[in-house]
């Protein structure tokens, strides 16, 4: 027998059965009984028949029907949970670790939800690039964030919203090009290649009244996975929140080349669920607020969505490895779990 697949089916299941409160304490009651149970078992044993007491021999069979009925009851209900929705999510903590250490993306998801009767051209039938032909980049999600979901779950995780009758495309594909985390640092890297790559006169970019130092532009060179925790750059951090608050909401001409920044982004590359309606009334020391994670985790986790990210607008047929899907009941529909992640 292979012992590294035993492991991993034994870690598998504990997960399942610590995955949920519920099947978790009904194991720990079950493994106090137990040892209960082992514990009289031990003073039966060692006690002469005439002075067991009645209720040693009680305690001793309540205990060990119970721990056996609560133990085997833990895993029981954990399958249920299971067959109820056998795609795995991932929990929110988790998702948001993602984000503090920038960890890879192996799958990214593209979500459009439109109006079939108004918005026909926006079917996954007749998409032909991510997003609009005039954008340069447009946002994606990690998919593994989403697998599993309601379509419609999904849509408010991205900061979407959705309304009665919308029907949603989706475009699911393996990560073969740049992949730009849209925190503050990300955006400034995506607006200076627009910019550079852009027919704009230089006293229509962004950045010429937005310049940015030579050691800033040193680091934004760097397109290491590592340089986008933002514990890596936090010494920029608010130069770059700053400069990325002026684009978000300011009426740069450039602006109309990267698409997505709504009111959901925040500059520490998520996001938002239920997002402020008017994000630029926010004052700036607040809207760039960072000091160290574990404050950010506790101020932001019950608004954080899903990690937000930066990509090339490309054209779909030319997507290797796409899964396109359509989904008419976004409430009832679920990501699927295409098995990979």
């Not at 079950?30 to 040892?35: H, N």
């Not at 056996?68 to 670790?97: C, M, R």
């Not at 964030?145 to 475009?171: D, N, R, T, W």
Request: a neutral charge; one cysteine or more.
């Amino acid at each position: 027998m292979d012992l590294s697949a035993f492991f991993e089916a034994v870690r598998d299941v504990l997960s399942l059965v610590l995955g949920s409160s519920s099947t978790a304490i009904l194991s720990a009651v079950g493994l106090v009984l137990l040892l209960l149970t082992g514990v009289m078992a031990y003073i039966a044993v060692k006690s002469k028949p005439e002075e067991l007491s009645t209720f040693v021999k009680v305690a001793l069979f309540v205990c060990l029907v119970g721990g056996l009925l609560f133990s085997a009851a833990g895993p029981a209900l954990a399958l249920f949970y299971v067959s109820q929705n056998p795609i795995q999510t991932k929990k929110v903590d988790q998702a948001f670790d993602d984000l503090i250490n920038n960890n890879r993306v192996n799958y990214v998801i593209r979500l459009i939800a439109f109006d079939p009767i108004e918005r026909p051209e926006l079917g996954i039938d007749q998409l032909e690039r991510l997003g609009p032909p005039k954008q340069v980049y447009s946002f994606v999600a990690n998919y593994n964030e989403l697998v599993g979901l309601s379509v419609k779950s999904a849509l408010e995780k991205i900061g979407s919203s959705y309304q009665p009758g919308q029907h949603v495309s989706a475009i699911i594909f393996p990560l073969r090009t740049r992949l730009y985390p849209a925190n503050a640092r990300g955006l400034l890297q995506v607006i200076n290649d627009v910019e550079a790559n852009s027919t704009l006169e230089a006293k229509e970019k962004f950045f010429a009244n937005a310049a940015l130092s030579s050691e800033e532009l040193e680091d934004l060179k760097d397109f290491g996975i590592r340089t986008y925790r933002v514990d890596e750059f936090k010494n920029h951090y608010p130069r770059y929140c700053q400069l990325a608050h002026d684009f978000f909401c300011g009426k740069a001409l450039s602006r109309d080349f990267v698409g997505g920044l709504y009111p959901d982004w925040h500059p520490l590359g998520f996001s938002q669920k239920d997002p402020p309606p008017k994000p630029c009334n926010i004052p700036v020391k607040d809207f760039c607020a960072f000091s160290d994670w574990k404050q950010a985790r506790s101020d932001w986790l019950g608004k954080f969505g899903s990690r937000a990210f930066l990509i090339k607008n490309l054209d779909i047929k030319r997507i290797p490895g796409r899964i396109l899907a359509s989904f008419e009941e976004p409430d009832r529909n679920v990501i699927p779990d295409i098995g990979a992640r």
